[in-house]
């Protein structure tokens, strides 16, 4: 079809992804255009309105050691203190500067030891490859992306990135169990290198390479652009200009630094925040933690066009998660985790930026039985993008702001989204590269990184579908109930992104997650029982005592929050009638005192 000045962005096929390539494609032209700008103007015409010029101030270097506040400001003092922390000498300290909300706390969680921060990606190399060709291209890759050389300290209370003026150091290892137990065994902690390369060659002539990096220096989308990097380098030779080379990584923490208005944060999580209350979905541990398990659940979802309603992909899942957890905890203001890739910020050639922009922020849904399902979307998915210049902010700052902000952040689920081709070595083919086999290291590794939360949902964007990896804690939801969850999320994003649906309906009209799945299920329970109910003609406080009597030492609750025998349960009820009987207005037998 043909692109015209009314062509609708999203209508077109467009989404945050698609936003950010057209944002880096645009300003390889000399056009400033923001992923926000798109979204708020969609068609052609008013996204020509809304461009700007790119200047050269925009794509000027960052000075090193120019963006830390002034009581670091003492370079030579600060480059020594810095190279003791990392044990290194004070003239290899290139550049200083404050870390992101995210690895500061990506490396005070990654310290408890069970390296659930760290990725080893494990590839098997074919015969044909060059392996010293390969180890010079990596090299290469290594010197061009600071990040790469960058460690993380902690000096005058202040966590800090450290570029170190390093080589690649290699591994090398006969044996790649013995490579894999040896790299386990050394933590990546602070003042350490957070990337590490390594190359063993077996007895049985099987070569592997293996590049274990921290979080606190990469992300999924950075993933890709270190292997296409290698890869570059492989073909055209170390030293030669790459194009579309990387943009340094101190360009985003200088938005952080200089573009992001810290009182306009706390004012919009505020406004965020306010009046929420927790709920409880899904409910606290069943066993003590020591018995915790993990599983893992994948669901595949249709992506139908959804072109009548002008929302993207992400605010459909967004609004899908929030309708399953609504059903679920009974309530109309719910509140989930999400992990966003922090590419749709202002700043030159971010898509191409090497480094760990990515964010996890708390998302607010109310809705009412009442509202249209285009309200819903539309309020959704403008919330995320009013969000944008505020992602960044960190979970612990928010939480700082107060009580209803703390609520805000006690979610349990988390939604991460990410497009498919963020994968390394995905739609590579022909030469050398063509046959590398990436091997997972170990599952347990990469599912560590989703066990913060009762429940994660991994969602990964195809062209026609959407595939769901639900990694959940056992003690805190049954695998059946899991299963029902899914089934319900599936249901919800399948009706929202019906083009056929009717998006003036309300959502009580329109959207009903009880389907046959639930109903077999039911059935199921019912047919496990041996006899009917049998009619008993007595009022349920005398049925209560009865039990009282005849077991009070028995439990009679069993929540998440509390235990109880029969006996307490009598003593508390009592309390409370008593209490109830001394407030005015209430008589012993005659006021009826609703609970539910």
């Given amino acids: 079809d043909s692109i015209g000045l009314d062509t609708h962005f999203i209508r077109a096929g467009g989404d945050s992804v698609t936003a950010m390539r057209l944002v880096g494609t645009a300003q390889q032209r000399g056009i400033s255009l923001s992923v926000v700008a798109i979204f708020e103007n969609p068609t052609l015409q008013a996204m020509a309105q809304a461009a700007k010029v790119v200047t050269e101030h925009d794509l000027h270097d960052v000075p090193p050691f120019s963006l830390l506040p002034s009581a670091l400001r003492d370079v030579d003092m600060l480059r020594q203190d810095a190279s003791r922390a990392c044990s290194t000498e004070p003239e290899q300290v290139l550049d200083v500067y404050p870390a992101t909300a995210l690895q500061e706390g990506i490396m005070s969680l990654s310290q408890q030891g069970d390296g659930a921060y760290v990725a080893r990606n494990i590839f098997r190399l074919p015969p044909t490859m060059d392996v010293d060709r390969l180890k010079r291209a990596c090299e290469d890759t290594y010197t061009r992306h600071e990040i790469l050389r960058t460690r993380i300290v902690m000096l005058r209370d202040q966590t800090l990135q450290v570029v170190i003026d390093d080589e690649l150091r290699w591994r090398n290892d006969t044996v790649l169990q013995s490579y894999v137990a040896h790299c386990k065994s050394e933590p990546m902690g602070y003042g350490a290198p957070l990337s590490r390369f390594g190359i063993v060659s077996t007895s049985t002539n099987e070569t592997w390479f293996i590049l274990t990096l921290h979080h606190a220096i990469y992300d999924g989308w950075s993933s890709k652009l270190l292997i296409d990097a290698v890869m570059s380098a492989y073909e055209v030779g170390p030293h030669h200009q790459i194009h579309g080379s990387s943009a340094p990584f101190n360009r985003f923490i200088k938005y952080l630094v200089e573009d992001c208005d810290e009182s306009a944060s706390v004012d919009f999580w505020r406004d965020q925040s306010a009046g929420f209350e927790p709920f409880t979905f899904p409910q606290g541990p069943r066993q003590t933690p020591s018995d915790t398990q993990w599983a893992r659940l994948r669901h595949e979802l249709p992506l139908s066009s959804h072109a009548i309603v002008d929302v993207t992909t992400n605010a459909l899942l967004r609004t899908a998660w929030a309708l399953t957890l609504s059903a679920h905890a009974d309530t109309s203001d719910v509140a989930f985790g999400a992990t966003i890739s922090g590419r749709n910020v202002p700043v030159p050639r ?82 050398d590269f063509g046959q590398v086999l990436n091997v997972a290291a170990d599952e347990h590794e990469h599912d560590n990184i989703f066990r913060s939360y009762a429940i994660t949902l991994e969602c990964s964007m195809h062209k026609d579908r959407v595939i769901v990896d639900a990694h959940y804690d056992t003690n805190t939801i049954a695998p059946e109930m899991m299963v029902m969850v899914l089934n319900h999320f599936r249901r919800a994003f399948v009706n929202l992104s019906d083009g056929q649906v009717d998006t003036s309906m309300t959502i009580r009209q329109s959207l009903d997650l009880f389907g046959g799945e639930d109903k077999r299920v039911i059935d199921k329970w019912a047919a496990q029982t041996t006899a009917p109910p049998k009619q008993i003609d007595a009022c349920l406080h005398d049925l209560f005592r009865r039990q009282v009597l005849s077991r009070p030492d028995e439990e009679a609750v069993h929540a998440w929050d509390m235990s109880a025998t029969y006996a307490e349960l009598d003593d508390m009820s009592s309390l409370l009638a008593h209490h109830l009987v001394s407030q005015d207005g209430h008589s012993a037998g005659e006021s009826l005192i609703p609970f539910c």
Avoid: W
Wanted: charged share 20%.
């Fill in 350 to 431: 971010v898509e191409m930026m090497v480094g760990p922009t990515f964010a996890t922020v708390p998302v607010r849904v109310t809705m009412q039985g009442a509202t249209s399902i285009q309200k819903l979307l539309s309020d959704v998915q403008k919330s995320s993008i009013d969000m944008v210049p505020h992602q960044q902010f960190g979970l612990l700052r928010i939480r700082d702001i107060g009580p209803d902000a703390q609520n805000l952040c006690r979610f349990k689920t988390l939604l991460v989204v990410q497009s498919s081709d963020q994968e390394s070595l995905r739609g590579s083919d022909g030469g």
